[in-house]
């Protein structure tokens, strides 16, 4: 970023990583690299860090638009991170989802009554799944964004009562998880499962060959 001063990385053309960092609290993340054999050390946000500003919304910003800032905010504030701490180097990656209908964001519920009136907007609809990852390899940022698409069948009130009931929906984009519950309502996928999930695994992989990280 402008005016910013990054410390000196020592890295080589030839260095090969053994190990990536992730900034990321998400286990379902984390459960996507171990699923492709990716050895990751968590880069947590320290307590003073506001990470709810980076998801902020802007007026009349895109989905897609969105995504991506905020992708690149996590990461830029993960590198400040790392400096910070003074940890050995190793690439660092980063993600953010969001769900969209149309150009409406369907982000993280903000309580119970949030959660039922994003899923009743997702009944019978189909709806964008959002993700963009980033991978910062010691030299430059590199971003990939996969967008998915996701059919729900109509659902009830006491289906939608229930699942809410469940807790499932907070922390989650949408208010929903694919891989719980809540995939006996969706009649059909187009695109990336893991990315649904919240990591694009074809997409993660690529930058990860590209960072030179082994696995």
């Known amino acids: 970023m402008p005016g910013r001063c990054w410390p000196a990385i020592r890295t080589t053309g030839s260095d090969v990583h053994e190990y990536i960092y992730l900034a990321s609290q998400s286990p379902r993340r984390r459960q996507l690299l171990a699923q492709i054999a990716v050895r990751h050390e968590l880069l947590l946000p320290d307590p003073h860090e506001d990470t709810e500003a980076l998801e902020a919304e802007r007026r009349g910003e895109s989905p897609l638009a969105y995504v991506e800032r905020v992708t690149r905010a996590k990461l830029v504030a993960a590198r400040e991170r790392l400096a910070r701490r003074g940890l050995a180097f190793a690439p660092i990656l980063c993600a953010d989802t969001t769900v969209a209908l149309g150009r409406r964001l369907l982000g993280k519920p903000r309580d119970a009554a949030d959660a039922a009136a994003t899923l009743q907007h997702l009944s019978a609809r189909t709806h964008r799944v959002i993700t963009a990852v980033a991978v910062y390899d010691g030299r430059r940022s590199r971003v990939a964004v996969n967008t998915s698409h996701v059919r729900f069948s109509a659902l009830t009130r006491a289906q939608i009562d229930a699942y809410v009931a469940s807790g499932e929906p ?28 919240g990591l694009p695994l074809y997409e993660t992989a690529q930058l990860l060959r590209q960072a030179r990280v082994r696995f």
């Not at 208010?175 to 719980?180: D, E, K, P, R």
């Not at 809540?182 to 893991?194: H, L």
């Open 170 to 197: 907070f922390g989650k984009a949408g208010a929903y998880a694919i891989q719980s519950r809540a995939a006996c309502w969706i009649e059909r996928v187009a695109g990336s499962y893991s990315s649904i999930m």
